[in-house]
Every structure is written in C-alpha cells, then in structure tokens.
C-alpha cells in the first residue's frame, strides 16, 4: 500500500530548475503548489488534476495555508470517475469542517448517480434513490410518492408517460416534500423541479452515435436538484420545499412516441411532436403544473435542456432563464457567493411566439433557421407555470457533465450548481 503524498501551497515561484512558471513541482517532503497567478483557487484545482493525471491518487493537504475552499477546490480537481483517489486535510474548523462533509456528501451523491450507467440508474430508480437519500438526511422532515407506469396516466401526467412509453422501464415522478415547520398545512416556499431522462437516445428523431454516448447523464438536472435540497437541508434550511422528479427514458420501439402525436396536458394545454428528442420539456411540463398547483413562492427547475445552451457557454456555466429579474439577480449572486458558474440567456414573450403548430396550441420546437433553441425550449416551459413572470427560473443544466477532462476537471459529472441551489433555498432564512 502507497504512502500519501504531502501536498503544500506556497506563494513562491518555482526554482529554475522547473521553469519559473511551473504549478507544481516536486521534492523531498512532498509537492508544492506554487501560487502565483492571480487565480489562486483555479490553480489549486488544476493542481489537483494535474496530479490525479500523473497518477498520484493518495494525498494528504500539509502545511498551514490550507483552508475551506483551497481544500474544496484541490478535491474538484483530483476526483476521478473511477475510485480509488484519497484526499485527507486537517486543522479546519468545526463549522468548516460541517460545511465541507456536507459538500461532499451531496456532490458526491449527484456524481455517482450521474456517471452510473442507464442499465443501473433506471427512471423508477433514479426516482426512488432520490428519495431516499433526502430522506436520510432528514427523516423525520420527509415523505414522498413514487408514481410510475400507467399510474401516472390515471392521474394526468401524459407528458412523462409518452417520452418513457418506448421504454421496458416505466417513467415515474418523484413527489417529496420536506417539512421542516412542523405545520402540516404550512406554505411550500420552493418547489425544485428536475428533468430525469436516464437514457435519450433521441427517440424516433434519433441521435447520432456522437451525440448520444453522454445521454445516462441527461438526467443531470435531476441529481443537481436532489444534491441542492441535499445541501441546503444540512446547512440548515427551515423553509418547506419540495421536489419533483420527472423520470423516463427516451427509446425507440413500436410504443414510442412519433412526430405529429399530440400530448393534451394536465392544464389543457395541448402540444404537437414536431422532434422526439426535445423530451426534456415534456416531461417538465408535468412537474411544473404539480409545482404550481403547490402554490409555492419560488419554482426552480433544473435540466440538461437544450445543446444551444451548451454551444453558448460551454461546460463552465449553467444558462439562466427568467421573467423575474430580481429572482435571476438572487440566482447570479448566490452563484458568485458559491465560486460557480451561471450567466444569464434571454428569455423575452416573443419567444413563446415561435413554436406555432397547426394542429394543437404549440409544437416542441421551434423551426427554422438561426433561432434561439435555449430560449425558446424555456419559452416552452413557460406555459405550464402558472405566474410565469414572478418567482419562477430556469436552468439549463449546461455544466452538470463532461465528456472530456480538461486541465480543471475529470470526464464526467462535475456536481456543479449544487452549491447554487443550496445558496437560494438557505437565502433570507
């Protein structure tokens, strides 16, 4: 068994020896990080993949210039996909401590089940392992409901239904609610809403084999949802929210869903299939009628929505979509407090315009060229919100997963937007 290797930061440049400009370099004690730019955290996290890289997986933080977010940072680098890597610290203190184990407990859940195969997390279970990892956290705070297979036909959520009636593995929805007041009939402050897909192949306007190698993660918006009530639930949130999973897998068979098929929603709304591989907002819809029927102050949902958000801003932000400025204004803050990534994308009534159908209220996608596909697919989603202009915001989950490392993070799931979510729910307490 390897001993750790003693990681140290120092604010001095690196002897010649390795080049003036070197991150890290290595000696008798140990490895240095050298932190010289103006970006401290960000060269800690290069630092910490540049080791995982060269296949140093057991470290021990050393020195005294360590503190929460240096460690938080050095750990997002040196996480792999593959286990195996140990990072151990000292010296913090005990809320620091609290912060950072709760951190990694809610990250860690949301990667794992992201990086997990489609054989492994399947609707039904991503459902169900959703609920019970909240409920762990707070067991005498949360109830929830499962509802899955023709259950959900019986009870009107047809947008689920039809994007995971292809599939072998029922569609479900996940209805938890965490009650800390103590009040059975005391208000819902937040409804968090996620688009659980474990699997799209694109339907019958099927993917390329490109484009769909990274689709077990689009139900990436899911687990940022979960992982951010996770979060706030341990930094101590007293406000009631809940959670709303819309869980299915877009395949292809004799019972899949086509193009022109016409889904009539719960709110009456009806919807013409114009592409089978924008299912994401259909299965929203459904969460975000139950959201609004809750009544509640905010809607979130979370979702890896649209590859225009993508192509817009890369892996490195999540897009924010909003009616409510002061609501988005909250979001952008709470993501600068948390060091993560979330910039703003327009969202304007003229998008909800662009989705004409002539045989139902809408399509579910707009057509043509050089239209804003993000925009409208949060256009889309508007419909189904109540009071969309007040209180309700959209993430295009852009940054939840990567289909290839960098020289700051590993393939695959980044747990990014978690702390976000947890920074808006715990707000104003």
């Given at each position: 068994m390897s001993a750790n290797m003693f990681v140290f930061l120092s604010q001095e440049v690196a002897d010649d020896k390795w080049g003036k400009n070197a991150l890290v370099t290595f000696e008798a004690k140990g490895t240095i990080v050298h932190l010289t730019d103006e970006t401290p955290l960000a060269a800690i996290q290069r630092a910490g993949r540049k080791l995982d890289a060269q296949g140093i997986k057991q470290v021990t933080l050393a020195g005294d210039n360590?503190?929460?977010?240096?460690?938080?940072?050095?750990?997002?680098?040196?996480?792999?996909?593959?286990?195996?890597?140990e990072v151990s610290w000292d010296g913090l203190s005990e809320a620091d401590e609290a912060e950072l184990q709760a951190r990694l407990t809610a990250t860690n859940w949301v990667r794992e089940i992201i990086n997990q195969s489609a054989e492994i997390v399947r609707p039904s279970q991503l459902a169900s392992r959703a609920g019970e990892f909240i409920k762990s956290l707070a067991p005498e705070h949360v109830t929830y409901k499962i509802i899955k297979g023709n259950d959900l036909l019986d009870e009107g959520w047809n947008g689920i239904h039809t994007v995971g009636r292809g599939s072998e593995r029922s569609s479900a929805m996940l209805r938890l609610d965490y009650n800390p007041t103590g009040d059975a009939d005391a208000p819902v402050h937040t409804c968090l809403v996620g688009k659980g897909i474990t699997f799209d192949s694109g339907g019958y306007s099927m993917k390329s084999s490109a484009g769909m190698t990274a689709m077990k993660a689009d139900m990436g918006g899911s687990a940022m949802a979960t992982g951010g009530l996770a979060l706030a639930i341990a930094r101590g949130t007293t406000k009631r929210i809940k959670l709303i999973l819309c869980c299915a897998e877009n395949m292809v068979s004799g019972r899949a869903f086509k193009l022109g098929d016409i889904i009539t929603y719960k709110n009456g709304k009806t919807v013409e299939i114009l592409n089978t591989d924008a299912e994401g907002r259909l299965v929203l819809a459904d969460g975000l009628i139950y959201?609004?029927?809750?009544?509640?102050?905010?809607?979130?949902?979370?979702?890896t929505l649209t590859g225009s958000a993508k192509n817009a801003l890369g892996n490195d932000y999540h897009a924010l979509f909003s009616f409510d400025h002061a609501l988005a204004q909250q979001a952008l803050m709470a993501a600068s407090d948390e060091l993560e990534g979330l910039w703003p994308l327009?969202?304007?009534?003229?998008?909800?315009?662009?989705?004409?159908?002539?045989?139902?209220?809408?399509?579910?996608?707009?057509?043509?060229?050089?239209?804003?596909?993000?925009?409208t697919a949060a256009a889309f989603l508007s419909y189904f919100v109540d009071d969309y202009k007040n209180g309700w915001m959209h993430i295009d989950a852009s940054g939840t997963y990567r289909k290839t490392a960098n020289d700051k993070w590993c393939a695959g799931a980044t747990g990014m937007g978690v702390r976000t979510l947890a920074n808006i729910l715990c707000d104003e307490e």
């Open positions: 360590w503190d929460l977010e240096s460690i938080w940072a050095f750990i997002q680098g040196h996480r792999n996909a593959k286990p195996g890597n959201a609004s029927s809750q009544n509640p102050e905010v809607i979130i949902d979370c979702a327009p969202l304007a009534d003229h998008h909800r315009a662009m989705m004409p159908s002539s045989f139902a209220d809408l399509s579910n996608v707009s057509m043509g060229d050089f239209l804003p596909g993000a925009s």
